[in-house]
T-cell receptor, first 114, second 115 residues
Framework: AQTVTQSQPEMSVQEAETVTLSCTYDTSESDYYLFWYKQPPSRQMILVIRQEAYKQQNATENRFSVNFQKAAKSFSLKISDSQLGDAAMYFCAYRSKYGNKLVFGAGTILRVKS | NAGVTQTPKFQVLKTGQSMTLQCAQDMNHEYMSWYRQDPGMGLRLIHYSVGAGITDQGEVPNGYNVSRSTTEDFPLRLLSAAPSQTSVYFC??????????????FGPGTRLTVT
């Protein structure tokens, strides 16, 4: 079974600075998706960024980018120019390309200081 | 296009009571699922469905029932509520495996407290 590990329960960043959230996963599959979801205090789960395992190029979405290291099974999220609105819980998640279930990490709380 | 909707948003139950959490989606997604979110544990899969009439158990199915009579609806039933079921519940939907970009769309969640 696949597992996802987020080793940082909490992180803090100064506004306008850059922060990196870590995620590692375990799988024997070669084709899968990886996601970062953001959960603000409103509780809504918001997709931040996705990565398809067969794509070597790291995904980027505006200030959000990932460092996908397939051999190391690592999928970190970098947030540049951090904003107060980035403060939230962030979840890393795995989905097999030919399965339907999402497997989540325990989450990282990100605090942004002004 | 409302996406994934859940009702109610909040619920308080007494131990032993039963209730149904409602979930509906208007995106014609075949795959739907229920997760519970507990502090320090992320989201864990309770039950899922790959289409109308087909359901299966996830990681933490005990104490919950589901059915899928239509593509749109996927209710979650708590048969006899226990304090251990105090949690936030999320419904999600997506295209089937191998289609689309793999992402799941989440409802706004239901905070359930069992006293």
């Amino acid at each position: 079974a696949q597992t996802v590990t987020q080793s940082q329960p909490e992180m803090s960043v100064q506004e306008a600075e850059t922060v990196t959230l870590s995620c590692t996963y375990d799988t024997s599959e070669s084709d899968y998706y990886l996601f970062w979801y953001k959960q603000p205090p409103s509780r809504q789960m918001i997709l931040v960024i996705r990565q398809e395992a067969y794509k070597q190029q790291n995904a980027t979405e505006n200030r959000f980018s990932v460092n996908f290291q397939k051999a190391a099974k690592s999928f970190s999220l970098k947030i540049s120019d951090s904003q107060l609105g980035d403060a939230a819980m962030y979840f890393c998640a795995y989905r097999s390309k030919y399965g339907n279930k999402l497997v989540f990490g325990a989450g990282t709380i990100l605090r942004v200081k002004s | 296009n409302a996406g994934v909707t859940q009702t109610p948003k909040f619920q308080v139950l007494k131990t032993g009571q039963s209730m149904t959490l409602q979930c509906a989606q208007d995106m014609n997604h075949e795959y739907m699922s229920w997760y519970r979110q507990d502090p320090g544990m992320g989201l864990r899969l309770i039950h899922y469905s790959v289409g109308a009439g087909i359901t299966d158990q996830g990681e933490v199915p005990n104490g919950y029932n589901v059915s899928r009579s239509t593509t749109e609806d996927f209710p979650l039933r708590l048969l006899s509520a226990a304090p251990s079921q105090t949690s936030v519940y999320f419904c999600a939907s997506s295209l089937p495996s191998g289609q689309g970009a793999g992402e799941q769309y989440f409802g706004p969640g239901t905070r359930l407290t069992v006293t």
